[in-house]
């Protein structure tokens, strides 16, 4: 028995959607017996004509308003194949139910009422379905007996939905006439239209696409569900997202990164021998680590990201727009942690489904913003792993949205786990940091400027080096360009290598730190976290984290270096602030305001903070 | 190649395990019909041959002897943490219901009474959307409140593998790990396992019940179908409702929709 196709039933409200899949399940002799008088009776008691919708809009509701409110799912067994049609409300005040009903299904029938045309809100759920990852379509131009079954006006409905649809990249498998009303072309084409040469809308859903097959070579993803503990013995429960799992298999634990071996599958009434992409599996590790629920197991040769931060193209259901600041809860495989929105990227404008400059996702809208979360969270791009790249966002424990992941602008934090190494041991220096502020009278820091390029952190980071200089201090400035050419001449400008090149900047200025200079570090350092784990490097030491700080387009106006230029003619990739993001410091230990303040101002104002802060 | 019954099992499982991480205490209703012992399976499944949580049977003592002796034998094989909850006479149901709806409101009253005794947080139950079309309106957990009340406008929305599990004060969670069955997959599942099922689904006399409710508002229906190949081969062409032996749900166009919505099944 082959799997019967889920395919999505959408559209706008009234468009005749539920009463299409009535007639089509009266065409195919489905519906029980006595089920058509009922129906002819509930009709009747509304004073209505046979309302086919009645065969699956049951609640009282429903009938008495002649409108879907909320999902179900019918098995139509057509001659070629098993269907499952999943009949969603199109009203705009219900996409929470159409999400219900058609996240998990690949295909979807649209159905478009040919008086009306594609407006808004079909085009709206088509963008909504494509999201949700429904990439097959087949279209309905509904209500052909109003139109007298003319080709002509068939035919220009087909080209509107059609240029439509093409806007969102997916595949139109048919777009076929149809009448609920008088039965037409569901199962036969009707004597009207003659014309008509395409498929029947059975058979234009009898050919869709199978849903692809599952890549069983695909790196392990299994999200720990629960922990079983029976006496001493602890069993991993979880369901596998990709990939196959044996005994034996060597695993890697999210986010902490330990290792561990699989010892033995269980099952009842017999333990598998292995187990596959969508299997429910219990297992029994050979190393006393100890996981919950919430933690990733992983492939180690392929694992997943780790990233507290990412962009996502969302879908939005809250009552309020979804805006910079709000706190929600992110939820991706069994993991919940807290998230706020770090920034709206675009919202999709509905009418030419294209991005659009917003400040905020509306309600039942769609968007691209950037996530930050609290801890690091074990992730991967959607179009990597679509079943460990896809969440929901909840609010008080509603789920009030969801969407894709796309972590590529963002380093893997997995990398900079630090190794530990048992055959290290530090040595102690027999000069105290005492005794060397004693003979130079100031402290050892670390100066960290971040900012824009053409901010003038550079500029700021020589004026404060001479000025400290002229004053008998010892310090000295790690500019970006200057150390690329050397310490760092390996790295590219990936997420990957920007976050390496701050490592190493933060482990040479915590080293000059220590030999007692003021260390000044003039470095986009785009990344929060880099930032972060810059001060960590410092540990002990004195570290002021200084924001030079200056709108985009300002920087954009100086461009000292001509890369802005180059970034906008797509000539550089990854460039801050044009294709790469930047992250305002959220609690920086000075701001320099280089767009409002002159240059002589900006340089006396970091020199009085850092004599204040490191004299001795 | 993985068929559609491993894919539904996988998906009921799923639920399951989750149902029992997030709701605690949790319990299931038995009615000891095809459905509620496919979910039993399930669950010794679930978790390595065990059922981690009580069973309970809604008691009208109206239940056929049949299904109180299939009771009995399986309390004992399958180790099961039983709970009888009688149910409240008929003279305590809504007396706007009509009468055999009002029979069925009794284990509306049983289940409340229950959770409020052992504060169960969630309970799962067999129903499947394919046996009537209010329930094919439910969502996998469906919160309800204090009085057992389902808010039919107001379901959560529910998409990939993430569930609802929190119910306003007081309330409860329903849990639904065969919704999305059809009475055929029951049949072929029961087939395939070989779980045992209660002798009065199997022809005798020219009649069978094809859905188990009590004794009182449950009939028999037309047929030969003595195994359970031949019940499958009944279902594949029949065109029979399967609960047209279920009096409660022919009485109005609106009793099942009532009822579900003060909280039964």
Redesign the interface.
């Known amino acids: 028995?082959?799997?019967?196709l889920a395919v999505c039933l959408a559209g706008h409200v009234d468009h005749g959607k539920s009463s299409l899949l009535g007639r089509l399940l009266h065409e195919l002799?489905l519906?029980?017996?006595?089920?058509v008088a009922?129906l002819e009776?509930?009709s009747a008691?509304r004073g209505v004509p046979l309302e086919w919708s009645f065969?699956?809009d049951?609640?009282?509701?429903e009938r008495d308003q002649a409108v879907t409110?909320?999902?179900?799912?019918?098995?139509v067994r057509a001659p070629r194949r098993d269907l499952i049609v999943i009949d969603c409300p199109g009203h705009r005040e219900l996409v929470?139910?159409l999400?219900?009903g058609a996240?998990?299904t690949t295909a979807a029938l649209l159905v478009v009422d040919g008086q009306l045309g594609a407006e808004a809100q079909t085009r709206a759920h088509a963008a909504l379905l494509r999201l949700?990852g429904i990439r097959d379509f087949v279209v309905a131009v509904n209500k052909m007996d109003a139109l007298d079954w003319n080709e002509a006006r068939f035919a220009a409905r087909r080209d509107e939905i059609a240029a439509a649809l093409a806007l969102l990249g997916v595949a139109v498998h048919a777009i076929v006439p149809t009448s609920a009303q008088d039965g037409g072309n569901i199962v036969v084409a009707p004597p009207a239209a003659a014309w008509w040469q395409g498929p029947t809308l059975v058979g234009a859903l009898e050919t869709l696409p199978e849903e692809p097959a599952v890549n069983a070579d695909a790196p392990l993803r299994l999200p720990v569900?629960?922990v079983?503990r029976s006496g001493t013995r602890r069993?991993v429960?979880g369901?596998i997202a990709q990939g196959t799992l044996k005994p034996g298999a060597e695993l890697m634990v999210l986010p902490s990164g330990e290792r561990v071996h699989v010892a033995t599958l269980?099952?009842?009434?017999q333990p598998p021998q292995s187990a596959?992409a969508?299997?429910?599996v219990?297992l029994t590790f050979a190393e006393p680590v100890i996981v919950e629920?919430g933690d990733l197991l992983c492939s180690p040769v392929a694992p997943a990201r780790l990233t507290p931060v990412f962009d996502a193209d969302v879908f939005w259901?809250g009552h309020e727009p979804l805006a910079v600041g709000g706190r929600l809860e992110l939820?991706i495989g069994t993991r919940a942690v807290a998230v706020r929105v770090a920034a709206v990227v675009h919202a999709l404008d509905v009418d030419r489904l294209a991005p659009a400059v917003a400040r905020a996702i509306a309600t039942n809208g769609l968007g691209r913003v950037t996530l930050r979360c609290d801890v690091p969270v074990a992730l991967d791009d959607a179009t990597e792993c679509f079943e460990t790249g896809?969440f929901?966002l909840a609010d008080a424990?509603?789920?009030?949205g969801?969407g894709l992941v796309d972590a590529s602008r963002y380093p893997d934090q997995r990398r900079a786990l630090k190794p530990a190494n048992r055959n290290v041991v530090a040595v102690d220096h027999h000069i105290s940091a005492v005794e060397r502020g004693a003979r130079s009278g100031h402290v050892g820091a670390i100066v960290w400027l971040t900012g824009l390029s053409g901010a003038g952190k550079s500029t700021l980071a020589m004026a404060l080096e001479r000025a400290l200089f002229d004053r008998g201090w010892n310090a000295y400035t790690i500019d970006g360009d200057n150390v690329r050419r050397g310490l760092n001449a390996d790295l590219g400008f990936s997420p990957q290598d920007r976050q390496e090149n701050i490592r190493r900047v933060g482990e040479v200025a915590a080293l000059f730190a220590d030999a007692g200079l003021v260390c000044i570090t003039a470095f986009i350092s785009p990344f929060d976290d880099d930032r972060a784990r810059a001060r960590a490097t410092a540990g002990h030491r004195h570290f002021f984290e200084v924001y030079v700080k200056s709108e985009l387009a300002t920087c954009e106006a100086r461009d000292p270096k001509g890369l802005y230029g180059k970034a906008r003619r797509g000539e550089i990739k990854g460039f801050t602030g044009i294709d790469s993001p930047y992250e305002e410091p959220s609690a920086p230990d000075l701001v320099i305001d280089t767009q409002h303040a002159d240059e002589s101002a900006c340089i006396a104002q970091l020199v009085s903070f850092v004599a204040e802060r490191c004299g001795a | 190649m993985p068929d559609h019954l491993h894919h539904l099992e996988q998906h009921s499982i799923h639920l399951i395990r989750e149902a029992y991480a997030r709701l605690k205490p949790l319990a299931m209703l038995w009615s000891l019909g095809k459905d509620s012992n496919t979910m039993l399976w399930l669950t010794r499944k679930a978790f390595q041959g065990r059922v981690p949580f009580p069973v309970i049977l809604l008691d009208t003592g109206n239940e056929f002897a049949e299904v109180y002796a299939f009771r009995d034998r399986y309390i004992n094989e399958w180790s099961l943490d039983y709970i009888n909850a009688p149910c409240p006479p008929v003279e305590a149901t809504d007396p706007g219901l009509p009468p055999n709806a009002r029979a069925a409101a009794r284990k509306t009253l049983g289940l409340k009474q229950l959770i409020a005794e052992r504060g169960f947080a969630g309970i799962l139950l067999g129903i499947r959307r394919d046996e009537q079309a209010i329930r094919a309106k439910e969502r996998g957990m469906s919160p309800r409140d204090a009085q057992g009340s389902w808010h039919v406008r107001e379901q959560p929305t529910e998409l990939w593998g993430h569930y609802t599990s929190m119910a306003p004060e007081g309330g409860h969670v329903r849990v639904h790990p065969l919704l999305e069955w059809t009475e055929l997959d029951i049949w072929r599942y029961v087939e395939r396992e070989a779980i045992p099922v209660c002798e009065l689904y199997y022809a005798r006399n020219g009649k069978r019940y094809r859905s188990l409710g009590e004794a009182d508002i449950t009939f028999p229906v037309p047929s030969d179908a003595a195994t359970i190949a031949e019940i499958i081969a009944e279902l594949e062409t029949t065109k029979s409702e399967e609960r047209a032996g279920r009096a409660m749900d022919h009485e109005r166009e609106d009793a099942f929709e009532r009822l579900r919505a003060a909280g039964y099944m």
């Open positions: 028995m082959s799997l019967p002799d519906l029980p017996e006595g089920k009922r009776a509930a008691s065969a699956l049951a609640l009282q509701l409110l909320d999902t179900t799912r019918v098995h929470r139910n999400v219900t996240a998990g949700l569900q629960d079983y069993v429960a369901r269980e099952g009842w009434p596959a969508g299997d429910n219990a629920r259901l939820r896809r929901v424990g509603v789920v009030v969801g």
